[in-house]
């Protein structure tokens, strides 16, 4: 059974960083594509950022691409969203996902096999 476990997040000032972490179990994390989402309040949720299975290809949104950075450890299953200059707008509850495969980095929600349970970013201006 897979299972992810996400962790970092919190209250923090616009301008601040956060480092969002999540670490995986159950599956053989090295084969899969992991990334993130998010979802604000009234707002569809959406792709912030993948990493392939070997790390060497990455995946921004356009909304978080130079503030974020998405790295990933696969000898301790674990994947990190270090964010940087945060804003307002990046207010949401942050979710690690785990593709169904590991050749490209899909930005369709559909394409993620399996969700953590999402931690709060909450940014204050």
């Known amino acids: 059974q897979v299972h992810l476990v996400e962790s970092g997040g919190g209250l923090v000032q616009a301008g601040d960083s956060l480092r969002l972490s999540c670490t995986a179990s159950g599956l053989t994390f090295s084969s899969y594509t992991m990334g993130w989402f998010r979802q604000a309040p009234g707002k569809e949720r959406e792709f912030v950022a993948g990493i392939r299975r070997n790390g060497d290809s990455l995946s921004y949104a356009d909304s978080v691409k130079d503030r974020f950075t998405i790295s990933r450890d696969n000898a301790k299953n674990t994947v990190v969203l270090q964010m940087n200059r945060l804003k307002s707008e990046d207010t949401a509850i942050y979710y690690c996902?785990?593709?169904?495969?590991?050749?490209?980095?899909?930005?369709?929600?559909?394409?993620?096999?399996?969700w953590g349970q999402g931690t709060q970013v909450t940014v204050s201006s």
């Open positions: 996902v785990v593709d169904r495969e590991g050749s490209g980095i899909p930005r369709g929600r559909t394409a993620y096999e399996y």
